[in-house]
């Protein structure tokens, strides 16, 4: 019987505009995040294959960094307007695998259980994404309507990368969507949409994403 091979693929598309520069490039370990990012999924010997995708630009720096890490069985797509499409993009250029995994560059990885807890519930589910649960009160505010809604923080989990999917369903439900992928949020939320069941499993508070410089205080304090 044939081993499930699982690729990882990388999005590194991002301009950072809110954040005033290119996120995935900041210093992490002594490495760009990105490659802490690479680097951790590769030792962590649970993928056959990996995806960068990334704008243009940025395609022969990150191509050379890659090379001299030694990394094998890469490949590379080019950043889409979205991430939607930039994820799109670099799907088609997975290889050969079973399930894919897909992740932010700008979130730095550091727990490893979150990877093989997603790898054990992608293979009953047949997609699974780390969630975490909501320390604090929640409020919904209806704009339109001008009405502010308390919710149930226990019925709301905020969602982290990466998200574990088969490849295959993963890309029957983007080539139906189409233009309409643009739509939705991030893979967990098209998966969904299809009625499919999504599994969830523990995330971790190490993998918060980056977005504005205020994240700098923490991303500072985990990076060491």
Not at 1 to 22: I, P, S, W
Not at 80 to 108: C, M, Q, W
Request: with cysteine.
């Amino acid at each position: 019987m044939n081993k499930n091979r699982f690729a990882f693929v990388l999005l590194l598309g991002g301009k950072g505009e809110r954040f005033g520069g290119k996120k995935q490039f900041l210093s992490y370990q002594e490495k760009p995040l990105y490659m802490h990012n690479l680097l951790f999924a590769y030792h962590s010997h649970l993928f056959s294959s990996y995806v960068l995708c990334l704008l243009k630009e940025d395609f022969s720096k990150v191509k050379n960094e890659v090379e001299k890490e030694g990394i094998p069985f890469v490949s590379y797509a080019y950043a889409g307007e979205t991430r939607s499409e930039s994820a799109y993009h670099a799907l088609k250029e997975v290889n050969e695998a079973d399930y894919v995994f897909i992740h932010d560059a700008a979130r730095p990885l550091k727990d490893i259980k979150v990877l093989l807890r997603l790898k054990e519930n992608v293979l009953q589910e047949g997609g699974a994404i780390p969630t975490l649960n909501v320390p604090d009160s929640v409020i919904f505010c209806e704009e339109k309507e001008n009405k502010n809604i308390y919710l149930k923080r226990e019925g709301v989990k905020l969602v982290q990368t990466p998200q574990a999917f088969s490849y295959r369903e993963l890309m029957k439900i983007e080539e139906d969507l189409g233009e309409r992928r643009r739509e939705y949020s991030d893979e967990g939320s098209m998966y969904l949409a299809y009625e499919k069941h999504l599994g969830l499993v523990e995330g971790s508070i190490y993998h918060q994403k980056i977005t504005t410089q205020e994240d700098l205080l923490w991303f500072g304090a985990i990076s060491k």
